[in-house]
Nanobody, 111 residues
Framework: EVQLVESGGGLVHPGGSLRLSCAAS????????MSWVRQAPGKGLEWVST???????NYADSVKGRFTISRHNAKNTLYLQMNSLKPEDTAVYYC?????RGQGTQVSVSS
């Protein structure tokens, strides 16, 4: 059974930073592309970033240059380093493998 558990969210001021983590289990982590998606209040799911099994990375234009996705295969953990946060980054952030998602972690950016 796929399990994805996100952590690291919180309340931060504009311009601040957060690092999200996702602990994965129930599958061979290193074999799969992993993604972060987010859902802002009252809006649909938005893709944020993907890291493939070969380490290649892709980012949504809205976060490019500010967010960095990474993975530690030996720890079965996915990360998202978020810098220069903006109020429009406020959302629940989910770790995703294919159509599986975790429970999410809330990120709020406000002064």
């Amino acid at each position: 059974e796929v399990q994805l558990v996100e952590s690291g969210g919180g309340l931060v001021h504009p311009g601040g930073s957060l690092r999200l983590s996702c602990a994965a289990s129930g599958f061979t982590f290193s074999w799969y592309a992993m993604s972060w998606v987010r859902q802002a209040p009252g809006k649909g799911l938005e893709w944020v970033s993907t890291i493939n099994s070969d380490g290649s990375k892709n980012y949504a234009d809205s976060v490019k240059g500010r967010f960095t996705i990474s993975r530690h295969n030996a720890k079965n953990t996915l990360y998202l380093q978020m810098n220069s946060l903006k109020p429009e980054d406020t959302a629940v952030y989910y770790c995703a493998k294919d159509k599986d998602r975790g429970q999410g972690t809330q990120v709020s950016v406000s002064s």
